[in-house]
């Protein structure tokens, strides 16, 4: 075994879902308590993380190609970086990335990662460390405390998933659904607010099946956790995502036209529009119970920005169950979306179901489903000039004098005025493109 140099710094780069941007950002504390510092920009890290993601095939690719870019760009910079694959194509391919990769000394699953100084004692030492296990009592116990955020922050307050979609690998790479405890939760949203953050999203596969127990040992659910946070004096915007159809509540329904803080925005996926395809990928909601849903949310918060996921192409989908997709969509009017061709995952129910799609069926359902939802979002970019709200600071614009931000709505907003990163800054939104608007600053800023 050839020993290797104690890494000095580091680069995490995730991919996927934005829980896996919550575990890298994570990571990335883990590895400062060993004194590991960020690679400047341009350079490259004598440590590389990929976080990785499973859900499609064209992404677990990824991951091998970038493996080769990574040891090419060493070679050209005269080093060899220490790899490490985490996330969910570690989970689920670990054994194979160590057998396709010799470049690769650390594989580490997306709830073992907390054990990331152990492993990278022993790739020092010149072994090849895997670690996949899932541990009963998890990781947060042991992860180091959260460091200074930008002004939105992400929270995960709930992993993993029962449900068994027929075509999806998440049940496998991230495990059972757990809910993390109230108070561990509380506290981290303290951390988070009082190192500045003013938005704080709440991540889950399944976010809305959280449980716990408040401070009196009260049951609590999912609303009653969104409810508590709200009282933190210096948080100003509470979002969450992924929610499932399934554990939709009254209580989370109500919290919409309760809770002030909490953004007019839900991320709702159905997958497709069709019962025949819902059921045959095992969502068990209907396409009915779904639009009653969100006529419910409708009622509750009459602005509320709805959002959902969809899969073209699910094996068997016939050209009249595509176009019951299309009619949901007609009927729904998001205002954003994201679609994708059905991806065989190995191992998954769907993956051997007869009737599997041509790719170029896929690419024609896919683009004229996306024509329909970028139509949606436009047109809900446009409904939205004349509103007055508030937009959170996020980054400087392209032009000088120029911020962007997100309005309630998620929606991104360019304005030109006298601002700061985290300022929630009151405009008038006056001009809509398909993906941002223009807005008008209403009260400037003292300068
Ligand atoms: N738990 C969330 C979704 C998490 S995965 C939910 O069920 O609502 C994010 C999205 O990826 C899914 O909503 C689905 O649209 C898509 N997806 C998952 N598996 C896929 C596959 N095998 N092929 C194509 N898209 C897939
Ligand atoms: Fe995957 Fe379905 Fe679980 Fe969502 S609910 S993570 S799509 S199995
Ligand atoms: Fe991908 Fe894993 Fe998230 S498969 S979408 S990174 S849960």
Redesign the pocket.
């Given at each position: 075994m050839t020993t290797r140099p104690v890494p000095k710094t580091y680069r995490v780069k995730s991919f996927g879902?934005q829980m896996n941007v919550y575990d890298g950002e994570r990571m990335a504390e883990v590895l400062a308590t060993r004194g590991i510092t960020p690679a400047a920009e341009g350079e490259e890290a004598d440590l590389v993380v990929l976080n990785t993601c499973h859900?499609?095939e064209k992404a677990a690719e990824k991951v091998y190609s970038d493996i080769g870019r990574l040891v090419k760009a060493g070679r050209e910079a005269g080093k060899e970086p220490l790899i490490a694959v985490a996330g969910c194509v570690a989970q689920a391919e670990g054994e194979e990335i160590m057998a396709r990769a010799p470049a690769v000394s650390m594989v580490v699953g997306p709830q073992a990662y907390h054990r990331l100084p152990g492993l990278l004692d022993r790739a020092i030492a010149g072994e090849r460390a895997t670690d996949t296990d899932m541990p009963e009592n998890g990781k947060f116990d042991d992860l180091p405390a959260r460091r200074k955020v930008g002004p939105g922050a992400f929270l995960t307050i709930q992993e993993g998933?029962d449900?068994f979609?027929t075509?999806?690998?998440?049940p496998y790479t991230r495990g059972a659904e757990i809910s993390r405890p109230f108070s561990d939760l509380l506290r981290e949203a303290e951390t988070l607010v009082e190192a500045g953050a003013k938005e704080i999203t709440l991540l889950g596969?399944?976010v809305n099946a959280w449980t716990g127990a408040d401070d009196a040992g009260r049951a609590i659910g999912f609303d009653g956790l969104v409810k508590a946070l709200a009282k933190l004096p210096e948080l100003h915007r509470i979002r969450y995502t992924?929610?499932?159809p399934n554990d939709v509540t009254e209580g989370m329904i109500a919290m919409h036209g309760e809770v002030a803080k909490l953004m007019p925005y839900l991320h709702l996926?159905v997958?497709s529009g069709s019962d025949r395809v819902l059921k045959a990928m095992n969502r068990s909601h209907t396409a009915d119970s779904y639009l009653k849903l969100l006529e419910a949310f409708r009622a509750a918060r009459p602005d509320i920005a709805l959002s959902g996921?969809?899969?073209v192409g699910f094996p068997g989908e016939t050209e009249a169950e595509f176009a019951e997709t299309l009619a949901l969509v007609d009927a729904v009017k998001y205002a954003a979306a994201?679609s994708?061709?059905?991806?065989?995952?190995p191992g998954?129910p769907?993956a051997s179901m007869d009737g599997q799609i041509a790719r170029e069926v896929m690419e024609d359902r896919l683009a004229r489903l996306q024509d329909a939802l970028n139509r949606d979002q436009y047109a809900f970019n446009r409904y939205s000039v004349g509103r007055e709200c508030e937009v959170l600071v996020e980054r400087k614009g392209k032009l000088p004098g120029q911020w962007l931000g997100k309005s309630p709505w998620l929606q991104s907003v360019f304005f030109e005025g006298n601002a700061q990163i985290g300022d929630l800054v009151c405009v008038e939104l006056v001009e809509a493109g398909p993906n941002s608007l223009a807005g008008r600053v209403l009260e400037p800023l003292p300068a």
């Open positions: 879902c859900i499609r998933c449900k979609c075509y999806c690998v998440v596969q399944n992924t929610s499932h996926p997958q996921d969809f899969i994201f994708f061709k059905y991806s065989p995952r998954t769907a």
